[in-house]
């Protein structure tokens, strides 16, 4: 007897439904779960992935869409050979209204992933599964992981340019309108590198030497300089 577990992964947990089999009235299926206690919350710890596991799943059913959550048990199911399949976010929401859930609770997705595996209609024009199948090829997988995280490096380094351009309009005026651009082939900004390290460019020490911020005793801080050195490393 399969085992499928739908887990509706959310920021550091999850919540989780196990079916063996289509239920035949899914609203009232779901009110009897909830009734005896059994959509069950579980923690990225020890102990989570000890409740998960307790359950014997066959395998478990995720939505895509919190990659750096599910990852936790992602990696749990591959380390103990459990199936994993995933359902996306439009199907997924096709399927809730479909079986009746007009809210997005947790157990109702939970319950509406697990469902979606023995759900007879849930296919493909040729047959299969409306699984996403591409997300079991391990160099795509890959590749979209390095995407995300240079995508969350982006959104840090463009929060901390932005202050970096309020501090130089003090201490370094007419370099806060510079196009602060990483260069293809040093791999960092030129102007906040020099910020950052206080080497030597004869380009950037002869703008400065020409800047009015020194004539009004205002001199860039180690703050600034500490500041530019966090976007150069996160630009490597």
């Keep these: 007897m399969k085992r499928i577990i739908g887990l509706d992964v959310g920021r550091g ?6 079916l063996h089999k289509f239920p035949s009235n899914i609203q009232q299926h779901y009110k009897l779960l909830r009734r005896e206690k059994k959509f069950h919350k579980i923690v990225c710890s020890r102990a989570g992935a000890e409740k998960l596991l307790s359950l014997a799943p066959t395998a478990i059913i995720l939505e895509p ?3 750096w959550y599910s990852h936790f048990w992602v990696a749990i199911a591959k380390t103990n050979n459990i199936d994993i399949f995933w359902i996306g976010h439009t199907d997924l929401a096709g399927q809730r209204k479909h079986y009746g859930f007009t809210n997005k609770r947790d157990e ?5 992933l697990a469902a979606c595996y023995f759900d007879p209609q849930f296919i ?4 299969s599964k409306r ?3 591409y997300y079991q090829d391990e160099i795509i997988a890959n590749l979209r992981e390095l995407f995300l995280e240079k995508e969350q490096l982006q959104k840090l380094r463009t929060n901390l340019v932005s ?3 309020q501090r130089l309009c003090i201490e370094f005026p007419e370099a806060a309108r510079h196009t602060l ?3 293809e082939l040093k791999g960092y900004t030129p102007l906040i590198y020099w910020l950052a390290k206080s080497q030597t460019n004869n380009r950037y020490a002869r703008k400065y030497s020409q800047s009015i911020a020194p004539e009004l005793g205002i001199s860039i801080t180690d703050y600034t300089r500490a500041h530019a050195q966090t976007i150069v490393d996160l630009e490597i």
Excluded: T, Y
Excluded at 13 to 18: G, Q, T
Excluded at 108 to 112: G, K
């Design 163 to 165: 202050q970096l351009r």
């Design 13 to 18: 947990s999850a919540v989780l439904c196990c």
């Design 131 to 133: 699984f996403i199948k």
């Design 65 to 67: 869409s919190g990659h």
């Design 181 to 183: 651009r990483i260069s």
């Design 124 to 127: 493909n024009e040729d047959g």
């Design 108 to 112: 109702e997705d939970a319950l509406c």
